[in-house]
């Protein structure tokens, strides 16, 4: 599979766009020979959508797909989306024994929760995590719809592919690849490599098979969706579905002392961008004082009152912490996170979502603030280099995005270019970390109130 380098045309008409788009990926589905479609989805661009839309189909045309996804979390969301979206169809949750259904799905009527596929036997769809999937020994099944398929390591989906003759794969390459806690040099570069996504080694070993991409974000904001599309997705581009002025943020209360804060959440919520810099100074991950800074900017938002207007909401709401999340790096920046949270002293800071970005992946909030993974180091490791992981932090937002770290990281770059190893038989990850971040830092220093 060669990558296409050129760059792509301008979207005129979103929504014409998004639609021609999921007109062609049914009709492969309907007609195509192939064993597999497969659907690059760039941020917030309706994955779970084409989801339940493609599952409706398969059963409206005679089939009893499965659905296959990551976590138990995706699997809960789209169980919820199929039940809204198909009330008449029963819909089925393999599940280990230890599970709990949430509060929002014990109401579902047409839903059954089981154990084997047997206590499933009337439904005509049918939805697990892909290690559950994974346990399943004697059933096959025509189709089957494999979400967020790039988090997916290769040796799983060698595991479940005799469950189904056909696959449909969406997701996301732009972001986190498969997480392994092993080393996996041995692999690098052999055709079977287990620590791959499952999409790039399927492709590898099937020739033709066609490949499909959302034109269109419908979670990004238009100021904030064509830096995102040129750091993270160069090649392939997208757009964003709303239009300049779409949406807006304003502060209900005027600025009382609030200093540097106030200044940064002004730039974010006029332009959708702000970058938070404190001074230069090598520190540990755990750094304090840019966690609490982190801290301190979510709770000022909540204390000074943030009312958006979007297509969703025409007259306007009121956010709430629900409506916040900071991201960060590390599972320990997070916990030292809640714990600035809960010492800024508003009552609502609590609730502020505070997560690593492997756990943030597939989430939406209006507001997003993040901790730079290079922020304050002395060296740019291929961890907090990855483009991926900046990808998924800075791409969560339909309102705005605060990036808060210290001065310096241009320097870091610029002094420790990428000393990854070559690998025969590899080729290239475009967009590169390094590469990346320096387009993502050109951008965030447009936005970058004067202190």
């Known amino acids: ?44 661009a ?37 039940a809204e979206a198909n009330p008449d169809f029963p819909l089925g949750r393999l599940s280990s024994s230890s599970y709990i259904a949430p509060p929002a799905l014990n109401s579902l009527t047409n ?37 967020e398929s790039y988090q997916m390591r290769s040796d799983m989906l060698l595991r479940i592919v005799e469950r189904f003759e056909r696959g449909l794969f969406v997701g996301d390459p732009g972001q986190l690849d498969p997480f392994t806690v092993v080393g996996a040099e041995r692999w690098i570069g052999l055709p079977y490599n287990p620590t791959l996504n499952g999409v790039t080694v399927m492709l590898e070993h099937n020739p033709g098979i066609p490949v499909h991409r959302l034109p269109v974000s419908w979670r990004l904001p238009a100021p904030t969706a064509p830096a995102i599309a040129q750091a993270f997705y160069p090649f392939t581009g997208f757009t964003a ?36 810099e404190l001074p230069r100074r090598h520190v540990p991950r755990t750094d304090t004082e840019t966690l609490q800074t982190a801290a301190d900017l979510a709770a000022r938002i909540l204390a000074r009152g943030a009312f958006a207007t979007c297509e969703r909401y025409s007259d306007g709401r009121h956010l709430g912490a629900d409506d916040i999340a900071i991201g960060v790096a590390h599972r320990d920046q997070a916990d030292l996170v809640r714990q600035a949270l809960a010492r800024t002293g508003h009552p609502d800071a609590r609730r502020v979502s505070v997560d690593t970005a492997n756990r943030l992946q597939g989430r939406e909030f209006e507001i997003v603030i993040v901790v730079h993974p290079l922020s304050g180091r002395r060296d740019a490791t291929a961890f907090h280099l990855e483009a991926g992981r900046l990808c998924v932090l800075t791409s969560r937002h339909r309102q705005a995005c605060i990036v808060v770290t210290r001065e310096g990281i241009a320097d870091l770059l610029d002094s420790h270019p990428s000393t990854d190893p070559v690998h025969l038989s590899v080729p290239a990850k475009f967009p590169d970390g390094w590469e990346a971040n320096q387009v993502m830092l050109a951008k965030l220093a447009q936005h970058r109130p004067k202190f």
């Open 46 to 82: 309706g994955k779970s959508t084409l989801v339940v839309r493609a599952a409706r189909e398969l059963v409206t045309g005679g089939e009893r797909p499965i659905i296959v996804a990551q976590t138990n979390n995706q699997v809960d969301d789209l169980i919820q989306r199929l």
């Open 1 to 44: 599979m060669t990558t296409d380098t050129t760059a792509p045309e301008p979207i005129t008409d979103p929504i014409a766009a998004a639609n021609a788009t999921t007109t062609r990926i049914l009709d492969d589905l309907a007609h195509t020979t192939q064993r597999a479609v497969v659907v690059d989805s760039p941020p917030g």
């Open 241 to 276: 579905g709303t239009g300049e002025g779409a949406r807006t943020l304003e502060l209900t209360t005027a600025s009382l002392g609030g200093g540097h804060l106030d200044e940064t959440i002004a730039t974010a919520f006029t332009t959708g961008w702000a970058l938070h």
């Open 111 to 147: 839903l059954t929760v089981g154990r084997t596929l047997n206590d499933l036997s009337g439904c005509r769809i049918i939805v697990g995590t892909a290690a559950k999937w994974a346990t399943v020994r004697d059933a096959t099944f025509r189709w089957a719809i494999l979400d």
